[in-house]
């Protein structure tokens, strides 16, 4: 069982820059993709990024965010740099065996989530 814990969201203003941490127990070993999702109120849940051995990004967040992870400390980052009022949502971090996957039903695997908040 896979357990992931997110850190780091908050309140930013609008061009900010916030780190989110996704830190997984000890079997989500460097064979798992990892991912990150976004809920905002009244929407579905969208990707916004994965990594394997190569990354992939949702084409709103292309070239402002960026994911990265670290395996001796299974350790999932997404360095989110100038942000917009539509950044404003829960963020998920996910985890599922073998390769990456833009659909949430695709992961097994979930945190509890952070609040990300932008304002304008």
């Known amino acids: 069982q896979v357990q992931l814990v997110e850190s780091g969201g908050g309140l930013v203003q609008a061009g900010g820059s916030l780190r989110l941490s996704c830190a997984a127990s000890e079997r989500a070993y460097s064979n798992y993709a990892r991912g990150w999702f976004r809920q905002a109120p009244g929407k579905e849940r969208e990707f916004v990024a994965a990594?394997?051995?190569?990354?992939y990004y949702a084409n709103s967040v292309k070239g402002r965010f960026t994911i990265s992870r670290d395996n001796a400390k299974n350790t999932v980052y997404l360095q989110m740099n100038s942000l917009k009022p539509e950044d404003t949502a829960v963020y998920y971090c996910a985890a599922r065996y073998g390769g990456a996957h833009y659909s949430p039903q695709e992961y097994p695997y979930w945190g509890q989530g952070t609040q990300v908040t932008v304002s304008a």
């Open positions: 990594i394997t051995g190569n990354t």
